[in-house]
C-alpha cells in the first residue's frame, strides 16, 4: 500500500476554484433565492455557509503552499469545524420550528414526538452529508 495520503497541489487549487464558484454562484449569480425548496430562513445560515466555504479556500491556498501533514490536518478540523457548526445552527433553528407547528398527524402508536424526531434525523443526514470535504 501507498505511505502517501496527502492530496496533490492541483486537488488544492481545484477545491479552491469550486468553492469560489459556489460562493459566486450562492450570492451573486444565480443567487440561492432561484432554488426552489430554499426559504426565506436560508438567511439566517447564509453567514456560516460562507464562513465554511471561506475557510475551506483559505485552506486550500495555505494546502498549496504548505505541504505539512500537521497544517492539513489542522486545517481541515478547522473547516469541518465550521461546517458543523453551521449544520448545528440548522438543526436547532428547524427544531424549534418543529416544537411550534407540532406534528401534522399524530400517531397513536408512535406517539407526538415521532414526526419531529424523523425530520430531525433526515435533515441531520442532509447536513452531515454536506460536510463532507472535497479535498
Known amino acids: 500500500m501507498a505511505d502517501k495520503t496527502v492530496t496533490s497541489r492541483g ?3 481545484v477545491s479552491v ?3 469560489a464558484a459556489m460562493m459566486w454562484g450562492i450570492n ?3 443567487g440561492w433565492r432561484v432554488v426552489p425548496f430554499l426559504t426565506r430562513d436560508t438567511d439566517r445560515v447564509l453567514g456560516i455557509i460562507n464562513a465554511s466555504l471561506t ?5 486550500n491556498l495555505v494546502f498549496v ?8 490536518a489542522l486545517g481541515n478540523l478547522v473547516v469541518l469545524g465550521i461546517g458543523h457548526g453551521g449544520g448545528n445552527r440548522s438543526l436547532v433553528q428547524v427544531a ?3 416544537r411550534r407547528a407540532g ?3 399524530v400517531s397513536r402508536r408512535r406517539g407526538n414526538a415521532a414526526w419531529g424526531c424523523t ?5 441531520a443526514r442532509v447536513r452531515c452529508a454536506r460536510t463532507v470535504p472535497a479535498y
Open 11 to 13: 486537488g488544492n487549487v
Open 17 to 19: 476554484l469550486v468553492n
Open 28 to 30: 451573486i449569480w444565480p
Open 55 to 59: 475557510a475551506g479556500i483559505v485552506a
Open 65 to 72: 503552499v504548505i505541504r505539512n501533514r500537521g497544517i492539513m
Open 96 to 98: 424549534g420550528r418543529l
Open 103 to 105: 406534528p401534522p398527524v
Open 119 to 123: 425530520a430531525l434525523r433526515a435533515e
